[in-house]
């Protein structure tokens, strides 16, 4: 469900990126608490049409009484509706529709080691858990190491800081530039694979993590995966959300596959199930909003996980999946959005 909260603060960050705080209605204030990690799915009208974005929340969690603190980082993305429109004409007192935060890469403060390895605007979940985390847990560490094109591109400078001069001996920090050399640190380049299989047990003590937090661009998400298991990680400890990818698949295709003639999808949602036949070649989350806008959705594309929902019965296909997690996969979840029915009926429910 959209609540209609109020901008209370807009911050120039970067050239091309804004951190945004919303102010929050008592009635709301713990509808709107969140996990370190999670993200906003807002709701707004541009142009007359409507968009739905997700952002990560970058300001500490709270549970003390009082008004939590609602704040995103967003960067513009080229062509972007929303991004554009945040950087160049929202303002403070303007009002966006948003869900409650959601999402599963998260981070519960608990005493560990913990690292992440992130770039560009992958900073912006991570800087909630680190600053929460070490707020909260004396006996945590965290290791944060980021990639960045250049020093002024670099999201949340001050913050960052802050962590390193609050907490200088539970809180290590590593910074890459792709574009641009730095007087101190890592020489100039991208954080590939190969590289950070070096690079990794040089800062830390790999085999002591207990947890590692991978956030950003595919390509860097994926190539941290590689060499974390290269240096024989246990992929329980490995959590990612992957903030871009390129338009279609990783390989370059997409199959399109007719429905079994006169499939029916069978969804639970908020309580309340229906039946609908799926046309040809849509995906079941197209189905069901024929008929249900109240399905959740934000980005359709595979990336953001707010479609998931549980395969009761039958079976699908999912052109792409950058949001689940193989044990979630391996538990019967699927992106409604790739879905697709590979069985003349297939049920599934979004409420699990």
């Known amino acids: ?80 509706a929303f991004s554009t429109y945040a950087l ?40 909630s858990m680190a600053a929460t985390l070490l707020d909260r847990e004396p006996a945590a560490r965290f290791c944060l190491i980021r990639s960045d094109r250049t020093a002024a591109s670099t999201m949340f400078l001050d913050e960052v800081a802050d962590l390193k001069d609050r907490c200088p001996d539970r809180f290590q920090l590593v910074t890459a530039l792709s574009r641009e050399e730095q007087s101190a640190g890592l020489p100039s380049g991208r954080l590939d694979a190969e590289r950070l299989t070096g690079l990794l047990p040089a800062v830390l003590p790999v085999p002591e993590v207990d947890g590692w937090f991978l956030c950003g661009p595919l390509g860097l998400v994926r190539g941290t995966e ?14 990612q959300e992957i903030f871009h990818v390129d338009e279609g698949p990783t390989d370059g295709t997409v199959v399109k596959v007719a429905a079994p003639a006169d499939a029916m999808l069978t969804a639970t949602l908020h309580g309340r199930s229906g039946s609908w036949p799926v046309q040809d070649s849509e995906s079941l989350l197209e189905t069901v909003l024929r008929s249900r806008a109240d399905a959740p959705y934000a980005c359709k594309g595979g990336v953001c996980g707010t479609c998931r929902a549980f395969l009761v019965s039958g079976e699908v296909r999912m052109d792409r999946n950058f949001a689940l997690e193989p044990e979630e996969t391996g538990a019967g979840f699927v992106l409604a959005c790739q879905s697709h029915p590979l069985t003349p009926e297939v049920e599934l429910d979004f409420d699990r």
């Open 88 to 127: 160049k004409e929202l303002a403070v007192g303007d009002q966006v529709e948003a869900m409650p935060p959601m999402g599963r890469f998260v981070l519960k403060p608990r005493p560990g080691l913990f690292a992440a390895v992130v770039g560009g605007s992958g900073i912006t979940p991570v800087l």
């Open 1 to 80: 469900m959209f609540h209609p909260l109020r901008v209370s603060a807009i911050e120039r960050i970067t050239d091309d990126a804004v951190a945004v705080t919303f102010a929050v209605p008592a009635e709301l204030r713990e509808t709107f608490r969140h996990t370190p990690g999670q993200h906003l799915n807002v709701r707004f009208t541009v142009d007359g049409q409507e968009v739905r974005r997700s952002y990560s929340i970058c300001a500490p969690a709270t549970e003390q009484p009082g008004e939590p603190v609602l704040r995103v980082g967003i960067r513009r993305v080229e062509g972007g």
């Open 226 to 239: 590689k060499a974390l298991k290269a240096l024989g990680v246990d992929r329980s400890r490995v959590h």
